[in-house]
């Protein structure tokens, strides 16, 4: 028990992968102006990864290991999360079309993105078990939400300060992600 | 000729993936700690977009439109796993250095953007050329960020001290913060010089 929330704990907090591995940034920069689109995104991609890691897991061990692929997983897991995010997508929309007006959007821009492609292939690069993928994906999807609802709270108080003009836009939202950086660096005493 | 030129030159400065579009920041971040180290994604990642500029530009016409993405995407991560493998077997420790950045290179939205936008729609020299660039202008600025972080951050380029032995390095810059505040202030400096030039442009029409 112990192992698995030491597992959750490093991968929400001292792992955190937007501050600490730089992955997602795209999202990060481009959704963090905006704090409910924020909230929305993190539960998007803390959903998404956990159901992408699962099918990864399972294709990974019992058909990519057996036989010998393993160089073709980049490739494998690629297409595998692309063409599922399309096919939750098409779901979601059918069955849940109140769902889909809130999180639609959010799905089509986490298809191809680092911080979904990188759990699966972590996953596996660290010969995790099913259960430890599971917990491993959902710690690192909360991790991700937290930091980007942090910056937007952060960024709504930042139009009222007056930044100096180079740094405007992407130029103080890096700075501003730095000292968030630095203030997550101090969690990597708690192991 | 010159023309090629030009298309090769907006991807160095006026269009640079880094500063300018602000695109495929993950590894200019997680791998920029040592000059080889982003000297080797550089290098990485202007073969991948070169080719698959390359390849895109080949199967334009071949490829339906409704399906363009998943082409692309598939195309880019077989020349990703050739990277993989060739660097996994000539050069281990670089290989083992980039760690999971060097599978990511797939999901770089800078490749996916100029397959897209580009390379769907030029010829093979041209697409060639725009790749060839933009991957330059990424290695650029890899290197710039690169140099700043090893020297300040361990005092050392390339592996060789550069300051004397009571240089005191400043930590922080080889830790993520130190990253996400030099990026800041890099781009930043580059939107201020591009907006002296275009000034210095237009005072020069003017009179």
Same mark, same amino acid.
């Given at each position: 028990?112990?192992?698995?929330?030491?597992?959750?704990?490093? /991968?929400?907090? +001292?792992?955190?992968?937007?501050?600490?591995?730089?992955?997602?940034?795209?999202?990060?920069?481009?959704?963090?102006?905006?704090?409910?689109?924020?909230?929305?995104?993190?539960? /998007?991609?803390?959903?998404? %990864?956990?159901?992408?890691? +699962?099918?990864?897991?399972?294709?990974?061990?019992?058909?990519?290991?057996?036989?010998?692929?393993?160089?073709?997983?980049?490739?494998?897991?690629?297409?595998?999360?692309?063409?599922?995010?399309?096919?939750?997508?098409?779901?979601?929309?059918?069955?849940?079309?109140?769902?889909?007006?809130?999180?639609?959007?959010?799905?089509?821009?986490?298809?191809?993105?680092?911080?979904?492609?990188?759990?699966?292939?972590?996953?596996?690069?660290?010969?995790?078990?099913?259960?430890?993928?599971?917990?491993? /994906?959902?710690?690192?999807?909360?991790?991700?939400?937290?930091?980007?609802?942090? %910056?937007?709270?952060?960024?709504?108080?930042?139009?009222?300060?007056?930044?100096?003009?180079?740094?405007?836009?992407?130029?103080? /939202?890096?700075?501003?992600?730095?000292?968030?950086?630095? @203030?997550?660096?101090?969690?990597?005493?708690?192991? | 000729?010159?023309?090629?030129?030009?298309?090769?030159?907006?991807?160095?400065?006026?269009?640079?993936?880094?500063?300018?579009? @602000?695109?495929?920041?993950?590894? &200019?971040?997680?791998?920029?700690?040592?000059?080889?180290?982003?000297?080797?994604?550089?290098?990485?990642?202007?073969?991948?977009?070169?080719?698959?500029?390359?390849?895109?530009?080949?199967?334009?016409?071949?490829?339906?439109?409704?399906?363009?993405?998943?082409?692309?995407?598939?195309?880019?991560?077989?020349?990703?796993?050739?990277?993989?493998?060739?660097?996994?077997?000539?050069?281990?420790?670089?290989?083992?250095?980039?760690?999971?950045?060097?599978?990511?290179?797939?999901?770089?939205?800078?490749?996916?953007?100029?397959?897209?936008?580009?390379?769907?729609?030029?010829?093979?020299?041209?697409?060639?050329?725009?790749?060839?660039?933009?991957?330059?202008?990424?290695? &650029?600025?890899?290197?710039?960020?690169?140099?700043?972080?090893?020297?300040?951050?361990?005092?050392?380029?390339?592996?060789?001290?550069?300051?004397?032995?009571?240089?005191?390095? %400043?930590?922080?810059?080889?830790?993520?913060?130190? &990253?996400?505040?030099?990026?800041?202030?890099?781009?930043?400096?580059?939107?201020?010089?591009?907006?002296?030039?275009?000034?210095?442009?237009?005072?020069?029409?003017?009179?």
């Amino acid at each position: 028990m112990a192992e698995y929330f030491t597992l959750l704990v490093g /991968a929400v907090l +001292i792992n955190n992968f937007v501050l600490t591995k730089f992955l997602g940034l795209c999202i990060f920069f481009g959704i963090s102006k905006n704090l409910s689109a924020s909230i929305g995104m993190g539960m /998007a991609v803390t959903s998404v %990864m956990t159901m992408s890691s +699962i099918l990864a897991w399972i294709v990974y061990f019992f058909v990519l290991q057996p036989f010998g692929l393993e160089f073709l997983t980049t490739i494998v897991f690629v297409v595998l999360t692309a063409s599922f995010v399309q096919l939750l997508e098409l779901v979601i929309k059918k069955q849940a079309p109140a769902l889909y007006n809130m999180w639609g959007i959010y799905l089509l821009l986490i298809a191809t993105n680092c911080i979904v492609l990188a759990v699966p292939i972590l996953n596996v690069e660290n010969e995790y078990s099913l259960l430890k993928s599971i917990v491993f /994906a959902i710690g690192s999807g909360v991790g991700f939400a937290l930091a980007l609802i942090l %910056m937007a709270s952060l960024r709504e108080k930042l139009d009222y300060a007056d930044v100096p003009k180079p740094l405007q836009g992407i130029g103080i /939202a890096f700075i501003l992600a730095g000292m968030l950086s630095l @203030a997550f660096l101090g969690f990597s005493g708690m192991m | 000729m010159s023309e090629l030129w030009q298309i090769f030159k907006k991807g160095l400065l006026e269009e640079n993936p880094i500063f300018i579009l @602000a695109l495929s920041l993950c590894p &200019a971040l997680a791998v920029t700690t040592t000059v080889i180290n982003g000297l080797t994604m550089g290098l990485t990642v202007t073969f991948v977009i070169t080719s698959n500029n390359v390849v895109v530009s080949l199967i334009r016409n071949f490829v339906n439109p409704k399906v363009r993405v998943p082409v692309y995407i598939t195309s880019i991560a077989t020349i990703v796993t050739v990277a993989q493998l060739v660097l996994q077997a000539y050069f281990p420790l670089l290989y083992k250095a980039m760690g999971i950045y060097l599978a990511l290179v797939v999901v770089f939205a800078i490749i996916l953007a100029r397959a897209e936008v580009f390379a769907s729609k030029h010829g093979v020299v041209k697409s060639f050329c725009d790749g060839f660039g933009m991957g330059c202008g990424f290695t &650029a600025a890899m290197l710039v960020i690169a140099a700043i972080r090893e020297v300040t951050g361990s005092g050392t380029f390339l592996g060789y001290p550069v300051f004397g032995e009571n240089f005191n390095p %400043m930590l922080m810059m080889i830790l993520p913060p130190g &990253a996400f505040i030099l990026i800041g202030y890099l781009v930043a400096g580059t939107k201020t010089w591009l907006r002296k030039i275009e000034e210095a442009k237009l005072k020069k029409e003017a009179a």
